[in-house]
């Protein structure tokens, strides 16, 4: 069993800058593709960025892109996701993901065993 938790949302302002982190209680994190998505009031829960195991490899919903960075700390157990330039749009609970075998289409939710509790981020303009 995988236990992920967040922390680091809070109500910033337009252009202000979070980090999130996601911190796993499991043996293997090295094992696990991590992801992050969010979900905005009234919305379906979306995807924002995945990194591969070993951290080479990111994605970025294209909403997101230039702005946000996935980064992991495999010694640590923990995913973090680096937001700059937040807008009012970027409103949400935010969570992170997990996944230890092959995922097929990283956008969908169903490809994701293990999900965290979320953490609210709320950008005022």
């Known amino acids: 069993q995988v236990q992920l938790v967040e922390a680091g949302g809070g109500l910033v302002q337009a252009g202000d800058s979070l980090r999130l982190s996601c911190a796993a209680s499991?043996?293997?994190?090295?094992?696990?593709?991590m992801s992050w998505f969010r979900q905005a009031p009234g919305k379906e829960r979306e995807f924002v960025s995945l990194?591969?195991?070993?951290?080479?490899?990111?994605y970025y919903a294209d909403s997101v892109k230039e702005r946000f960075t996935i980064s992991r700390d495999n010694a640590k157990n923990t995913v973090y996701l680096q937001m700059n330039s937040l807008k009012p749009e970027d409103t949400a609970v935010y969570y992170c993901?997990?996944?230890?075998?092959?995922?097929?289409?990283?956008?969908?939710?169903?490809?994701?065993?293990?999900w965290g509790q979320g953490t609210q981020v709320t950008v005022s303009s």
């Open positions: 993901a997990a996944d230890p075998g092959y995922i097929r289409n990283y956008a969908d939710l169903r490809e994701y065993d293990y």
């Open positions: 499991v043996r293997s994190f090295s094992g696990l593709i």
């Open positions: 990194i591969s195991r070993s951290g080479a490899d990111t």
